[in-house]
């Protein structure tokens, strides 16, 4: 099965600040089936982005995804304080689906 | 608006088995495919299977064939996951999540349900 190696484990920062996140598969996500989703503690997952870099419903502009192949990134440009999360990005392009492991951000 | 509801904690002793469901409205039950995601404490999500309501047909991660059934009600539009020979490793939160209708990422989700195995 294909696997997503997210990195960093923990990402330090301050609210304004930039966040970069790197999702790393395996082998080629096929069609550019990537998501990203945020979770916070005690909450279930919530979608932010699907096909590499379409915003889901109700997603603010600050958070973008990028990449292609093997590489993907999800970037928040400013981060505010309720994007203080853990990150999972997840293919479904080849079966099974699969995640990686996570990175979380937190304040620095 | 899509509401996904998953029933309440369970606590099992090793070796039990557990039924979650998982109750779904707002949407045309038996267009979309609903998926079942577990996450153990301080861990990650973890992918376990699907089902397509339509017709009943199921896909499951390689790991859990033959421990896990996924079925579903249509006239109550709710989704069952059993598992079977539970063990302390499946001490999880369990969530059910309804994909789109072409692709399997998972706009909704249901809050979680928790399943404790202890003896």
């Known amino acids: 099965e294909m696997v997503l190696t997210q990195s960093p484990g923990t990402l330090s920062l301050s609210p304004g600040e930039r966040a970069t996140l790197s999702c790393r598969a395996s082998q080629s996500v096929g069609n550019n089936y990537l998501a990203w989703y945020q979770q916070k503690p005690g909450q279930a997952p919530r979608l932010l982005i699907y096909?590499?870099?379409s915003r889901a419903t109700d997603i603010p502009d600050r958070f973008s995804g990028s990449g292609s192949g093997t590489e993907f990134t999800l970037t928040i440009s400013r981060l505010e304080t309720e994007d203080f999360a853990v990150y999972y990005c997840?293919?479904?392009?080849?079966?099974?689906?699969?995640f990686g492991g996570g990175t979380k951000v937190e304040i620095k | 608006q899509v509401q996904l509801v998953q029933s309440g904690a369970e606590v099992k002793k090793p070796g039990a088995s557990v039924k979650v469901s998982c109750k779904t409205s707002?949407?045309?039950?038996?267009?979309?495919?609903v998926h079942w995601v577990r996450q153990a404490p301080g861990q990650g999500l973890e992918w376990m299977g699907f089902?397509?309501?339509?017709?009943?047909?199921?896909t499951y991660a390689q790991r859990f064939q033959g421990s896990l059934t996924v079925t579903r009600d249509m006239s109550t539009t709710t989704v069952y996951m059993e598992l079977t020979g539970l063990s302390a490793d499946d001490t999880a939160v369990y969530y059910c999540?309804?994909?789109?209708?072409?692709?399997?990422?998972?706009?909704?989700w249901g809050k979680g349900t928790t399943v404790t195995v202890s003896s």
């Open positions: 089902i397509n309501p339509n017709d009943g047909r199921t």
């Open positions: 096909g590499i870099s």
């Open positions: 999540a309804k994909a789109t209708r072409f692709l399997q990422y998972f706009e909704t």
């Open positions: 997840q293919q479904y392009g080849t079966a099974p689906t699969t």
């Open positions: 707002g949407y045309t039950f038996s267009n979309y495919y």
